[in-house]
Nanobody
Framework: QVQLVESGGGLVQAGGSLRLSCAAS????????MGWFRQAPGKEREFVAAISWPAGSHTYYADSVKGRFTISRDNAKNTVYLQMNKLKPEDTAVYYC???????????????????WGQGTQVTVSS
């Protein structure tokens, strides 16, 4: 498995921006399709965005973040990013990155599809 460590969370006002990073170590990062999920208190973990392996030619977003968030990857740095713009209070959650080893499909949308997870980073958006 690959080890994943998220960073970049914090407190931001509505309308602001944050960029989350997820650094990978262990197995070859470019062989992993990557995803971002989030979980708010009392709610299930939900899909946010995904990017294909090896080069990120395919991306997919939840409707709730489409046009505001951008997922990208830098294989030279073993890192996947989530740029979050125009943040809303309802974006408040713990954000997790996840990796799937050499998946057959371009992107994956549900937590059971992924085999590696980070510990999460808190994002809080104040109104």
């Amino acid at each position: 498995q690959v080890q994943l460590v998220e960073s970049g969370g914090g407190l931001v006002q509505a309308g602001g921006s944050l960029r989350l990073s997820c650094a990978a170590s262990g197995r070859t990062f470019s062989n992993y399709g990557m995803g971002w999920f989030r979980q708010a208190p009392g709610k299930e973990r939900e899909f946010v965005a995904a990017i294909s392996w090896p080069a990120g030619s395919h991306t997919y977003y939840a409707d709730s973040v489409k046009g505001r968030f951008t997922i990208s990857r830098d294989n030279a740095k073993n890192t996947v990013y989530l740029q979050m713009n125009k943040l809303k209070p309802e974006d408040t959650a713990v954000y997790y990155c996840a990796g799937k080893w050499r998946g057959r499909d371009n992107v994956y949308y549900t937590p059971p599809d992924y085999d590696s997870w980070g510990q999460g980073t808190q994002v809080t958006v104040s109104s």
